[in-house]
């Protein structure tokens, strides 16, 4: 009877431990971003955070905005980081199948919910290698894709899906993502002017030499 209540203690205390890390690796926006600087699409490239899977917690990939000059290239922005790939981890809270396409809506605990959806095996974009179907809620999963809008409901369009068997690989995902929000997405991206303008005058130069082949 004792080890039994001293296990299930020990279960509680662990279980504590992993909501309060969960609950920690939400960070908070800046208040301000007035003297924040947003560069031209010729210097996405240079981005920390752009040709990169971004592991994040799901209440902050809801937070991302979408500016009109980028519409229709599913680009968001955290501050000024151009952002199109994301990671996230969580359980599966719901599955469902429409024309083709496995839509499982996840749940990291972080207040904040998800839809990752499987593209039909006709579409065009595919995974990048096979993704394991999940047939009922309770799996946890790593999912890796694109961000998109799909009827006016940020989505991810999964490129890879990892079902994760342990608890501790949850925890390190969180560590992974609270250490990239230190560390990257708090600080805005700073270019110094030279780079902007060597980047610009490229992209300009671009420009004139498609204008002149028409």
Not at 99 to 128: F, K, W
Not at 171 to 183: I, P
Request: aromatic share 8%; glycine share 4%; proline share 5%.
């Amino acid at each position: 009877m004792i080890e039994a209540e001293t296990a299930a203690t020990d279960a509680a205390v662990e279980v504590a431990a992993i909501e309060a890390r969960a609950a920690a690796s939400v960070h908070t926006l800046p208040a301000s971003s007035s003297t924040i600087s947003y560069y031209g699409q010729y210097c996405f490239h240079l981005s920390p955070t752009l040709n990169r899977w971004c592991p994040m917690r799901i209440a902050n990939v809801l937070k991302l905005v979408q500016y009109a000059d980028f519409a229709g290239q599913n680009v968001f922005f955290h501050l000024n980081h151009p952002i199109k790939w994301v990671r996230i981890a969580g359980v599966v809270i719901a599955c469902s199948d429409y024309n083709g396409r496995h839509v499982y809506t996840v749940d990291d605990g972080s207040g904040a919910i998800i839809e990752c959806s499987v593209p039909a095996p006709h579409s065009l974009r595919q995974p990048s290698g096979p993704v394991p179907v999940v047939e009922h809620p309770g799996i946890v999963v790593d999912v890796q894709g694109e961000l998109r809008m799909f009827r006016d409901v940020l989505q991810i369009l999964v490129v890879k899906l990892t079902v994760l068997r342990a608890t501790q690989q949850e925890v390190r995902f969180w560590a992974k993502a609270q250490d990239f929000a230190a560390s990257t997405l708090n600080q805005p991206w700073k270019l110094d002017r030279q780079t902007v303008r060597k980047y610009r005058k490229a992209a300009m130069e671009l420009q004139r030499s498609k204008d002149t082949s028409k």
